[in-house]
């Protein structure tokens, strides 16, 4: 499966820049039938990084989905090639 199909884009707020410096996490919107197994091996495969964990919200905007990077691997730089800031 293309990770692109799963992972739409990063979703950034006031509270998601917050989490990125303390928690070494992003939040990105992912397809509303994707589980947490897919959407970490999308994220890593898209980033070559590695996933501590994933967390999952459904709201009104789509499916969110938190994802918690290992230390090694730092949410700042990530955001940076994404575009986050």
């Not at 709201?59 to 994802?67: P, S």
Request: charge should be positive; hydrophobic fraction near 40%.
């Amino acid at each position: 499966m293309d990770p692109y199909d799963i992972i739409f884009h990063p979703y950034v707020t006031e509270k998601t820049m917050n989490q990125m410096e303390r928690n070494n996490a992003l939040e990105f919107i992912v397809k509303r039938g994707a589980d947490k197994q897919q959407i970490k091996k999308s994220v890593e495969k898209m980033f070559d990084v590695k996933v501590k964990s994933v967390n999952t919200r459904i709201t009104k905007e789509g499916k969110h989905a938190t994802v918690v990077f290992m230390p090694e691997f730092k949410a700042e730089d990530i955001g940076m090639r994404i575009g986050v800031f």
